[in-house]
């Protein structure tokens, strides 16, 4: 469905070789879909709350505290490196203390850093770190749609849905630092290859 989701938007004129990081929740559907249209090296940040929460949903109530201190500390550091030694490290401590936490902790852990790897300024990398910029629309979506007592065949989902995103929309506001957003779009220039490469991936796939 994700697959379908994204092929439909790229039908209606989505350009997916253009240059975008994108913010995900960590499903592995939408990671394939997502490399399928964009091409194997596209950018994937993947979401800091989500990884943050499902390394504590292995914890104790006595041990979640201080793991969650220490994910916090590694993730506010602004240096990559210096950011993705503190979770080596506390993927080591997680190793004694509870291996399945850690283990949720190491899957995927280098795209929670990307935008530490891209250099993305701190204002920004706090929008950009995860997917709550999009979170308070699907709320606002699930609100709206909580109002229909019965569904009917056909379209009906769908233009609900569109309804409640247009209620959302007219509290969008700008990102926390769009003005900083030309560095991302530097960043994103030294990772993506060329245009044509990537057209090319997407028509073979």
């Known amino acids: 469905m994700v697959g379908e989701l994204l092929g439909d938007l790229m039908n209606r004129g989505l350009d997916f070789a253009e240059l975008r990081l994108y913010v995900l ?10 490399k399928k249209y964009a091409g194997e090296s596209a950018p ?6 989500h990884k943050r929460r499902n390394v504590l949903d292995h ?3 006595e041990q979640k505290p201080l793991v969650a201190k220490k994910l916090n500390a590694a993730y506010a550091l602004e240096d990559y490196a210096e950011a993705k030694n503190a979770l080596n490290t506390l993927h080591r401590e997680l190793m004694d203390l509870n291996p399945s936490a850690a283990r949720s902790l190491g899957e995927g852990l280098e795209e929670t850093l990307t935008v530490h790897r891209l250099h993305v300024p701190p204002r920004l990398r706090k929008t950009l770190a995860s997917t709550n910029v ?5 709320s606002i979506v699930e609100r709206v749609c909580a ?4 569904w009917h065949a056909g379209d009906q989902r769908e ?3 569109g309804s409640g ?20 779009l530097r960043e994103l220039e030294a990772l ?7 057209v090319k991936r997407r028509k073979a796939s």
């Open 25 to 34: 929740d960590g499903g592995k559907a939408l990671q394939a879909a997502v």
């Open 59 to 61: 914890l104790t109530d």
């Open 44 to 49: 994937i940040q993947r979401c800091q709350v």
């Open 159 to 161: 233009r609900w849905v």
């Open 192 to 198: 993506v290859p060329a245009k044509s490469e990537v």
């Open 165 to 184: 995103l247009l209620v959302a929309e007219k509290q969008f506001r700008r990102v926390q630092g769009h003005k900083q957003i030309p560095i991302l």
């Open 147 to 150: 109002n229909v007592k019965r």
């Open 134 to 138: 999009i979170e308070s629309a699907f």
